[in-house]
């Protein structure tokens, strides 16, 4: 059985909050989540707009359509049904009772603004991204946290690089987890693209050139973790960068692509820099990028790229459950000085973070966390370079080499299944069920 680690949040925000929309790219296991919390923990009746007539009632007569519903409703692919978001603000202004809606989106709400406004100050949103690895293994992860603890680094038995290479290639996906060969999973990579760009972007714009789309991604996609650089990649889509950005948008808007912005001293000159882009999944970007075991076997030079985005959406995951919360980001000097990632928590304090996907780590690797501590003064509280060794290795003070199995090791601790989630909850391939 596979626990998510979101439920938890998402119980929090049904018992005090009258809207929450959890929100995510498709087969990220939102519906199953869902479901499973309707048939146990939030009794409520569940519609979802896959479904045509559904849709279509919705669609015809929104206000109506809610007024059939008595007590707490779960509505699935909301973002389907946009005209419905004011109708519900008509409802929790009339009657502010918790839980009364549990809505789920295949859109980014914060991205699009007839979603998010209606119901600003009346919902909480709850992120669910493909599996985490504490996931998949069992366990929550509470590596942010412990970056932010004053106890140094700790961890033993390192798997090695053979191990977490499969890791990044297969990605986090429930469906494509379950799958056992890279084949099958190459193929269901393939069809989820063609979903994703055939129906959930059409359901955002009615855009012209769909077939530009699987292009562009795939040119993002072979740019992990590069600046953001529209000049450049118009050019090589052969697109004007006014039709490149409203493509990215809708790419951003269906959570296929992000945006990571730059960490500064000055708050203000933070917007002004160029954010990384990388892509919400390992699996599905080297599937775009057409690395599979083999060929990461003969050119390691690929792996270096595809291993930052691991590490930054993992990160990103496990921000939705710590108690820290910190912003993501990343730091780049005029000068060249440079760190892949960047934690900054509400206080200001910051963890850095390099990723390497080398077995050694020499003191060099160092050189741009040191320069994020001089810019950062007392604010810097650690400095980490994760890299495919076995060893913790300390490399001055707060400045430490750590195995990147440390993601979901440090300060990991058993996932607890509730005693009645996963009833009505989906089995995958695997056999095993997620709550």
């Known amino acids: 059985m596979i626990v998510r680690h979101a439920a938890a949040r998402l119980r929090a925000a049904l018992a005090d909050r009258p809207v929450v929309l959890l929100h995510g790219a498709r087969q990220t296991g939102k519906t199953t989540l869902v479901r499973a919390l309707a048939g146990a923990d939030h009794p409520a009746r569940y519609v979802t707009f896959d479904a045509l007539t559904a849709l279509s009632a919705a ?13 707490p409703v779960v509505l699935d692919e909301v973002q389907r049904v946009p005209d419905l978001f004011v109708a519900i603000k008509a409802e ?81 996906f429930p469906e494509a987890v379950s799958i056992g060969t890279a084949g099958r999973r190459s193929a269901w990579f393939d069809a989820y693209v063609m979903t994703i760009l055939g129906r959930d972007v059409r359901d955002l714009a009615d855009i012209e050139g769909l077939a530009e789309l699987p292009r562009l991604l795939s040119l993002v996609a072979a740019r992990p973790m590069a600046l953001l650089n529209y000049a450049e990649l118009s050019r090589s889509a052969g697109l004007a960068q006014s039709t490149l950005k409203r493509y990215w948008a809708l790419l951003e808007a269906v959570f296929l692509v992000r945006a990571l912005r730059p960490w500064h001293a000055n708050i203000g000159k933070r917007m002004v820099k160029s954010p990384k882009v990388l892509l919400g999944d390992s699996g599905l970007a080297a599937h775009l990028m057409a690395i599979d075991d083999v060929r990461l076997a003969r050119d390691r030079t690929l792996f270096g790229g595809l291993l930052e985005s691991f590490v930054a959406m993992e ?59 001089d810019a950062a003064g007392r604010r810097f509280h650690r400095g980490i370079v994760l890299y495919t060794g076995a060893e913790v290795v300390p490399f001055g003070q707060r400045l430490h080499a750590v195995p990147i199995e440390a993601l979901w090791r440090w300060g990991a601790r058993s996932a607890v299944v509730p005693s009645r989630a996963g009833r009505g909850g989906r089995s995958g391939r695997s056999g095993r069920r997620v709550v």
Request: no cysteine; aromatic share 8%; net charge negative.
């Open 59 to 71: 669609r015809h007569d929104p206000a109506g359509f809610l007024a059939g519903f008595d007590g």
């Open 92 to 172: 929790v202004d009339r009657d502010r009772e918790p839980g009364r809606f549990l809505l789920t989106g295949s859109a980014n709400a914060l991205l699009v603004p007839r979603l998010s406004e209606s119901l600003a100050g009346r919902m909480e949103i709850v992120p669910l991204w493909p599996f985490s690895q504490g996931e998949i293994e069992g366990v929550v992860e509470g590596f942010v946290d412990a970056a932010y603890g004053e106890a140094p680094p700790a961890l033993v038995n390192a798997e090695g690089g053979a191990a977490l290479a499969e890791r990044v290639l297969r990605g986090g």
């Open 315 to 373: 990160l990103t995951k496990q921000i939705g459950w710590s108690t820290a919360m910190p912003a993501l980001y990343h730091f780049r000097t005029h000068e060249g000085g440079e760190v892949d990632l960047v934690l900054e928590r509400r206080s200001g304090a910051l963890v850095g973070i390099e990723v390497k996907s080398s077995a050694t780590v020499a003191s060099t690797d160092f050189k741009g966390l040191r320069a994020l501590a």
